[in-house]
């Protein structure tokens, strides 16, 4: 993953004329903001939390036109999480659905699998509505002429309403969504980082490369935030506006950490730039395919692969990719490569992220790795859309693939893999 780091204590303290008079603006915005302080909120589970705590899981949720995913969602969160860090969060679900029968049964279904994380005040669900006439530009999805703005502004008058409703209830907020999942432990990831940029000057800290989950912030800019959500034209999507947000507060550089905690699942709604990862391969416990492709000290392991077995990486946007690195095995011993394999390109991505139409080879494995350059013909215009590892002779034993490695000519630095 590109990895960006704020400039200095010092220069951060610079707070420009132009970026004093924008705060100023934030304040005033803030106190005229009716749509906020009249929203208004119906506890649907759980209840807020006795003290305040460290760290609000915030997730907006609605019907989705072909599943819901939010009870996977909050099922891999609490899986993810231990008992002591849980004790430091409290998570909260906005539904925004205006289906009555939709409302019903997902907050039964909460309930019910639940139990224990709302009794523990853990879970807290609501349901929210803006007070007043609308804000302009956040109409709902009927009065707008295009599916896009509809989506864009019914987004960012639900986000704005979990914020608006987060403030109080801990010292930081991380956005999420229920297309999201969490990489086991990332709560203590968040917590020892907090801890280290605590004296620092920061706005927004993210632990992903989607474009909006896995975003956290300061509770005490939400207001602000929740209010620069609602003043923009209905056209601006959710993701331009948070990445204006921190220039605004004397941020200027994104800080992006390098190993990403969450990796988003399903049918994608094109606002999240990232990667999905397929195998056909035996799937252990909580042991993901995510983990080839993420830089942490985590790997995807399996046991007793056979010919024809793959691991697919596959790209969203298609990109010009110039090397690819694909390690297996463990890294001090050597115990558990793969064999037999090699690694594929794919071209032509299907339809919903389910890999690509035709592959071409890049290169053997050899001795449980390879590192390849990426050559392109001179008027080749074709970005690549997936890598793939596939599995050419069965083995009867444990197979790791520890990391899979990627770069582009987007970028000088190394990407996520």
């Known amino acids: ?23 100023q603006a934030f304040k005033d ?5 009716p749509g906020l302080q009249r929203a208004k909120y119906k506890l649907l589970a759980g209840a807020p ?11 907006s949720s609605a019907l989705h036109p072909h599943e819901s995913h939010l009870l996977d969602a909050l099922r891999a969160l609490f899986q993810a999480s231990s008992g002591p860090e849980l004790g ?3 998570v909260l679900v906005s539904l925004s659905d205006s289906d009555p029968e939709w409302l019903s049964q997902t907050v039964a279904n909460i309930s019910d699998l639940f139990q224990a994380h709302i009794e523990a005040r853990q879970l807290l669900v609501v349901r929210a509505q803006l007070g007043g006439p609308p804000p302009l530009h956040t109409l709902r999805p009927e009065d707008l002429p295009s599916s896009c703005e509809a989506l864009y502004s019914v987004q960012k008058a639900d986000h704005a309403l979990l914020m608006n409703f987060a403030a109080n209830l801990s010292e930081y907020f991380l956005m999420l969504d229920d297309q999201v999942r969490c990489m086991p432990k990332f709560i203590s990831t968040i917590y020892w980082t907090l801890s280290a940029w605590k004296e620092l000057p920061w706005v927004t800290l ?12 300061r509770s005490s800019d939400l207001p602000r935030l ?9 056209d601006t999507p959710m993701h331009v506006l948070l990445s204006e947000f921190p220039p605004l507060l004397a941020q200027s550089t994104p800080i992006r950490f390098g190993s990403s905690v969450f990796y988003h699942v399903g049918n994608r709604s094109g606002l999240e730039s990232a990667s999905s990862v397929r195998t056909d391969m035996v799937m252990l416990s909580d042991n ?20 024809g077995n793959y691991l697919t990486v596959i790209l969203e946007e298609p990109q010009k990719v110039t090397r690819v690195e694909v390690l297996t095995g463990s890294d001090k011993e050597g115990k558990h490569q793969l064999r037999r394999g090699q690694v594929e390109l794919g071209f032509g991505p299907l339809e919903d992220l389910q890999g690509c139409a035709r592959y071409t080879l890049l290169g053997p494995v050899v001795e449980g790795r390879l590192d390849q350059m990426v050559s392109y013909e001179e008027d080749s215009l074709e970005a690549l859309g997936c890598i793939r590892l596939l599995v050419l002779e069965a083995q009867e034993s444990w197979l790791l693939i520890r990391q899979i490695k990627v770069w582009t000519t987007e970028y000088d630095e190394e990407e996520e893999g």
């Open 1 to 23: 993953m590109i990895q960006s780091w704020g400039k200095g204590e010092e220069e951060g303290r610079q707070i420009s004329s132009e970026i004093k008079n924008h705060l």
């Open 29 to 33: 915005m803030q106190k005229t903001s």
């Open 49 to 59: 939390p006795h003290k305040k705590k460290l760290l609000t899981v915030g997730i």
């Open 88 to 90: 430091c969060v409290v």
């Open 206 to 217: 993210e632990f992903s490369s989607l474009s909006f989950a896995g975003k956290v912030f």
């Open 226 to 234: 929740a209010s620069f959500l609602l003043v923009f034209p209905k």
């Open 288 to 307: 993901i395919p995510q983990y080839a492709y993420t830089l942490n000290k985590e790997s995807f392991a399996t046991l007793n692969p056979v010919r």
